[in-house]
């Protein structure tokens, strides 16, 4: 689903954020991302969902050279890929179902799809009952659901998560790793950057670990969800 080969990104001023990357994900995988703060993790990801291009090396999604890809064939890759921050980069003008709706719109989905894909989303993390609120009415881990029913309510191939679970407690952390793992479960791959030792040691799913832009460790544990 993800093939990185010899992936080198470079920013400007000389930063080298991952050097020699190589990384497989199949389909369905479920992969945490580890390391420390400026490791490379956000630019590893960044490079799956096409926020940046490598410097050198390829990086294919779907099949897909993402770096070649024409103008015009960006938004169907992003499309295919769902993606949240640890800040949910919510609308905050914008209610519950209207931040949904607004992924469908961008698209130009049929308002009848629209009505169909919202509220299923919204049920899926649970947040029926909220669809009229204003994000800043709800909790972080309620906001933070708002933000993965937008980010898989045009069923993902994959889904992106920069440390999701960033600003939130505990126990909310474990409802949302839930929510991922049921997402996983009906076959979208995850890709999940974290600085949270609980979280992966729980979950006993496969770890990259990085290293100033080195992949230094890459274990399977073959948990599948809801085994741990
Ligand atoms: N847009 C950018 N411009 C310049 N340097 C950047 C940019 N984004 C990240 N970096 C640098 O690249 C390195 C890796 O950053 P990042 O991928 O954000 O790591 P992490 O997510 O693991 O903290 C860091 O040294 C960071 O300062
Ligand atoms: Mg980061």
Redesign the pocket.
């Given at each position: 689903m993800v093939n990185m080969y010899g992936v080198t990104k470079v920013?400007?001023?000389n930063?080298e954020?991952l050097r020699g990357v190589n990384l497989n994900i199949d389909k369905g995988d479920f992969v945490f991302i580890v390391?420390p703060?400026?490791?490379?993790?956000?630019?590893l990801l960044s490079l799956i969902y096409r926020g940046t291009v490598p410097t050198r090396g390829h990086v294919l999604v779907a099949g897909r050279n993402v770096a070649r890809l024409r103008w015009r064939d960006v938004p169907m890759l992003r499309r295919r890929i769902g993606v949240i921050f640890q800040d949910y980069k919510l609308l905050p003008d914008r209610s519950v179902y209207d931040n949904v709706a607004f992924a469908l719109e961008v698209i130009e989905a049929s308002p009848k799809e629209i009505e169909k894909k919202v509220p299923q989303a919204l049920s899926m993390v649970g947040l029926a009952h909220k669809a009229s609120a204003m994000p800043e009415e709800l909790a972080g881990g309620e906001q933070q659901r708002v933000a993965i029913a937008r980010a898989i309510v045009n069923d993902p191939l994959i889904l992106v998560a920069d440390e999701p679970t960033g600003n939130l407690d505990p126990d909310t952390t474990l409802d949302i790793m839930d929510l991922l793992c049921d997402i996983n479960v009906r076959g979208t791959t995850v890709v999940m950057?974290t600085h949270n030792h609980v979280v992966v040691d729980r979950m006993r799913k496969r770890v990259v670990q990085?290293e100033r832009g080195m992949i230094v460790r890459d274990e399977r544990w073959g948990a599948y969800c809801h085994e741990a």
């Open positions: 920013y400007p001023g930063v954020a390391g703060s400026g490791s490379g993790k956000s630019t950057a990085l």
